[in-house]
């Protein structure tokens, strides 16, 4: 059983920044590639970022390319997501999630693991 346990989350202002974590639980970590996904209220979950097995290649949706940063370290079995310049519309639920299909632009139903999620709140 795989377990995915979000933190970091928080209330910050426009133009600043967040670091999130996800700590996982399986000595498999290092075989998956891992995701990021986010939910606004009254909106579908859509991806934010992806980083494969080896932490070498990362994928980004548009909306947060050259703002955001996927890291992970595997002897930690950890992921990270860092958050730059944070605007409004960044504002949502983040959900760490485990991908058995590889790193890349991934939908909601290729992860099979999923955390409990860490708000982030950005005022203007």
């Known amino acids: 059983q795989v377990q995915l346990v979000e933190s970091g989350g928080g209330l910050v202002q426009a133009g600043g920044s967040l670091r999130l974590s996800c700590a996982a639980s399986?000595?498999?970590?290092?075989?998956?590639?891992m995701a990021w996904f986010r939910q606004a209220p009254g909106k579908e979950r859509e991806f934010v970022a992806a980083i494969d097995w080896s932490g070498i290649n990362t994928y980004y949706a548009d909306s947060v390319k050259g703002r955001f940063t996927i890291s992970r370290d595997n002897a930690k079995t950890a992921v990270y997501l860092q958050m730059n310049s944070l605007k409004p519309e960044d504002t949502a639920v983040y959900y760490c999630?485990?991908?058995?299909?590889?790193?890349?632009?991934?939908?909601?139903?290729?992860?099979?693991?999923w955390g409990q999620g860490t708000q982030v709140t950005v005022s203007s």
């Open positions: 399986g000595r498999t970590f290092r075989n998956y590639a």
């Open positions: 999630a485990r991908s058995p299909r590889g790193a890349r632009t991934l939908q909601r139903n290729e992860c099979d693991y």
